[in-house]
């Protein structure tokens, strides 16, 4: 079963600093029929304008991944943490027990990313930042960017049973990830086109497949994609905080 999610039926809300849309159920936007997807319960796809940002504010027990499409982001945490992620970069925080953290784009440019959040394995543990580097040549495989998969050396630490890939492809290439049982997969396309088993989809919009031992994803154009491999089935789960 592969679902596509066009970008323009996301919900969302212009703040004039801030354009947010979301792909689940966030703030204002509300819709009993996009809440989550197994344990992934956020991806925002937010467009921030210079000199302005997210001030401090808290955030626990919550896995939560910044994949960078343009521009940098500032963090800043009441534990000290401070770094600046780029394009094509990714920073991971763990909030845990709670943590007080700000999210600025200091730059002279607009800043836009996805921010996804995933529910841990676990509650209550001690909170975490981390940012990396990852190469932007590496076409034709994916890439873990984010795991709790002690097997992806080189991804970002995340306490989930879930792992974020990045693929980039040149047109008429195709990259093949296999799903064990019961996995389910969620992936947005950050630019170009593509298509998923052969549903099509373009740049910015999301992809949800369930009950496929495999996908094989595509490109019509050059294309680069964040997909999350989680474990299924959807199931309820408590609002974020």
Same mark, same amino acid.
């Given at each position: 079963?592969?679902?596509?999610?066009?970008?323009?039926?996301?919900?969302?809300?212009?703040?004039?600093?801030?354009?947010?849309?979301?792909?689940?159920?966030?703030?204002?936007?509300?819709?009993?029929?996009?809440?989550?997807?197994?344990?992934?319960?956020?991806?925002?796809?937010?467009?921030?304008?210079? +000199?302005?940002?997210?001030?401090?504010?808290?955030?626990?027990?919550?896995?939560?991944?910044?994949?960078?499409?343009?521009?940098?982001?500032?963090?800043?945490?009441?534990?000290?943490?401070?770094?600046?992620?780029?394009?094509? /970069?990714?920073?991971?925080?763990?909030?845990?027990?709670?943590?007080?953290?700000?999210?600025?784009?200091?730059?002279?440019?607009?800043?836009?990313?996805?921010?996804?959040?995933?529910?841990?394995?676990?509650?209550?543990?001690?909170?975490?930042?981390?940012?990396?580097?990852?190469?932007? /040549?590496?076409?034709?495989?994916?890439?873990?960017?984010?795991?709790?998969?002690?097997? +992806?050396?080189?991804?970002?630490?995340?306490?989930? /049973?879930?792992?974020?890939?990045?693929?980039?492809? +040149?047109?008429?290439?195709?990259?093949?990830?296999?799903?064990?049982?019961?996995?389910?997969?969620?992936?947005?396309?950050?630019?170009?086109?593509? /298509?998923?088993?052969?549903?099509?989809?373009?740049?910015?919009?999301?992809?949800?497949?369930?009950?496929?031992?495999?996908?094989?994803?595509?490109?019509?154009?050059?294309?680069?994609?964040?997909?999350?491999?989680?474990?299924?089935?959807?199931?309820?789960?408590?609002?974020?905080?």
């Amino acid at each position: 079963m592969i679902t596509r999610v066009p970008f323009a039926s996301l919900g969302g809300a212009n703040h004039g600093w801030l354009d947010a849309k979301h792909h689940f159920s966030f703030a204002e936007y509300q819709d009993p029929a996009r809440v989550h997807f197994g344990p992934l319960r956020v991806w925002n796809d937010d467009r921030i304008a210079p +000199h302005t940002g997210f001030g401090m504010h808290p955030h626990r027990d919550m896995e939560i991944v910044t994949y960078v499409r343009r521009g940098a982001i500032t963090h800043g945490d009441h534990l000290g943490n401070r770094g600046v992620t780029p394009a094509g /970069d990714v920073q991971v925080m763990s909030a845990g027990t709670g943590v007080m953290h700000s999210e600025r784009n200091d730059s002279d440019e607009f800043c836009e990313l996805f921010q996804i959040w995933v529910y841990p394995r676990a509650r209550a543990r001690a909170p975490r930042w981390e940012q990396r580097a990852f190469p932007k /040549d590496a076409f034709g495989t994916f890439l873990p960017l984010a795991s709790g998969d002690p097997r +992806h050396e080189g991804a970002l630490y995340i306490d989930a /049973d879930a792992t974020l890939f990045g693929l980039r492809l +040149h047109a008429g290439e195709h990259a093949v990830l296999s799903l064990g049982p019961g996995r389910i997969v969620y992936a947005v396309a950050v630019a170009g086109a593509g /298509d998923v088993g052969g549903v099509a989809f373009g740049a910015r919009d999301g992809i949800a497949v369930a009950e496929e031992a495999s996908i094989t994803v595509r490109a019509t154009e050059e294309l680069e994609l964040c997909l999350f491999e989680l474990p299924g089935p959807p199931a309820h789960l408590p609002a974020p905080r």
